[in-house]
């Protein structure tokens, strides 16, 4: 348990379906994240979150569009994917600098996405 | 721009054996540093982290790791692995002036029992 919660664990979709991530967080945290993670590279970050608001877009693809309604959830809306966005999908939370912060993440079990 | 190199993409190791994984940066302002693990499976979790003070950290499960700023690295080390250890280890280091993690390639480690 880590207090970051991602659903659905597995999602195998076609190039035409649109189908979201979910992400919730139980830590207090006020800045959340998405995360690609492929095999051989390093992780990359596509989106950030302050307070509900998007600090960065990491030039990530239109088909990927998220959403935080709050401070505890977050959205990855996913729609005419291709193959090559087959990837682990993490979600992570922190504290936002400014509030003694370190920038240190805690880490969903993340979303294993199949684009087929 | 800031970077991440990790040395060895796989590392297969006997049980018992010394592990050291290398990890350098460059940056030259002040840093914080981290290393996670993800085991088989797993979500990524916080092996263990330097912000400041003694540059020699230790984490959780009998790992350490010596930040030597001189030589931008953040080495991390365990003086006899175990099968459980075998895992993925991810080197990651952000400046103080942005909080933005940039990641290494990651370290794939098998302990062969």
């Known amino acids: 348990e880590t207090g970051v919660t991602q659903t659905p664990r597995h999602l195998v979709m076609g190039m035409t379906n649109k189908k979201s991530l979910k992400c919730e967080q139980h830590?207090?945290?006020?800045?959340m994240y998405w995360y690609k993670q492929s095999a051989k590279k390093p992780l990359e970050l596509m989106f950030v979150y302050n307070f509900k608001e998007q600090t960065e877009n990491n030039s990530v693809p239109s088909r990927f569009s998220p959403e935080c309604p709050n401070s505890s959830h977050l959205f990855l809306h996913l729609h005419t994917l291709q193959p090559e966005d087959s990837a682990l999908y993490l979600c992570a939370s922190s504290q936002p600098p400014g509030q003694g912060a370190t920038g240190e993440l805690f880490f969903g079990e993340g979303s294993r996405l199949t684009v087929l | 721009a800031q970077s991440v190199s990790q040395h060895n993409h796989h590392v297969i190791l006997s049980e018992a054996a010394s592990l050291e994984l290398g990890c350098n940066y460059s940056y030259g302002g002040t840093v914080n540093l981290f290393w996670y693990v993800q085991y088989p499976g797993q979500h990524l979790q916080l092996l263990l982290k330097y912000f400041s003070g003694d540059p020699l950290v230790k984490g959780i499960k009998g790992f350490e790791a010596e930040f030597i700023k001189s030589k931008f690295s953040f080495n991390l080390r365990k003086p006899s692995v175990q099968w459980s250890d075998t895992a993925e280890y991810f080197c990651?280091?952000?400046?103080?002036?942005?909080?933005?993690?940039?990641w290494g390639a990651g370290t794939k480690l098998i302990i062969k029992p």
């Open positions: 830590l207090g945290h006020n800045a």
């Open positions: 990651a280091v952000n400046a103080h002036s942005n909080y933005q993690l940039i």
